[in-house]
């Protein structure tokens, strides 16, 4: 097939963000390349501040090279409805959604009828497109890039106790903050943290060489000793649309490369994983700091899950081109 991937190269157009996960390591693009298609990326970078010069441009590139497929991973209203309609009545469009979880009322249900098909990571949000007379849409969970192999949890040489990577946000400060407060010294990599952002091959490495890996939410916290730690925080907690938290990439790379992970629990993470065997969670600030310590001073505890979590993903069939060849599957590509 020919397939356009309609991506950002840089994380919101910014090229001091570092790559997007569809550029990165491999990441989508490559994925699609893998499965043997025909792949002519549309990296709309340089039109991100002129929408309308956008829609021109994305349409004369489509119409020049007559794609099977149009892939895009929408992040507001970049696109018109019109570009939409008008690529859908000439070539299968396929848009994944991913933020269905807090966003499908104030996104998706407008923009969802105007693709052939949609990719939802939320399960629960399959009754909400049908509910609006939508048929076309197809569940699929997050996946990775890549993953190790032949990796010798005997042999791995920690560099951190406790590490997180992640773009930095008021929340996930406030957390590590606490946490270096009781004498756990986090080590975090990624956008607004003093370290900066990593490349994918130094990201990996981090989740094997870190004796736990954080994965901590960036969606919303209940928590009063948060909410109330400044007026911001408080203001924030009540504006917010984000009221359920969602499974994230982030879930599956920790572990497809042999690293340990406590994370937040997320619904649906138990469809994926064996709570407290092939993963580990935490329910708020205190629970999280028992458990830090806790698997700091248990090895084999940690390094049981850590190697059951590794067999679990690979066990999924964990990549992204595993993902691109179920969905072309199931839209009979």
Partial sequence: MKIIPVFLHYDYGIKERGETIEYAGGGWFAALKQLGHDVYPFWWDDYIFDKEKLQKQLIGYADSIKPDIILFILMRDEFTFETLDYLKERYITINWFWDDQWRFES????YAPHFT?????????????????????IFSSPACHDYATNIDFEKVEYKYDVSFVGQNSTYRRWVIKQLRKRGIDVVCFGY?????????????????TSKINL?????ISYDIRFIFSNYKNFKTFLKSKKRVEQIKQRNFEIPAFGGFQLTNYVPSLEDHFEIGKEIAIYTGIDDLLLQIIYYLENEEARK???IAGYKKVLSLGPTYVHRFK??????GK
């Fill in 107 to 110: 996104f998706t249900r407008y």
């Fill in 117 to 137: 098909y949609c990719i939802t990571t939320d399960k629960f949000a399959i009754s909400k497109y049908k509910l609006i007379g939508y048929q076309n849409v």
């Fill in 192 to 208: 607004g943290w003093p370290r900066g952002p990593i490349s994918y091959e130094e990201m990996t490495e981090i989740f094997r």
């Fill in 215 to 219: 994965n901590i939410s960036n969606s």
């Fill in 304 to 306: 049981k899950i850590a």
């Fill in 326 to 331: 179920d969905i072309f599957s199931r839209i």
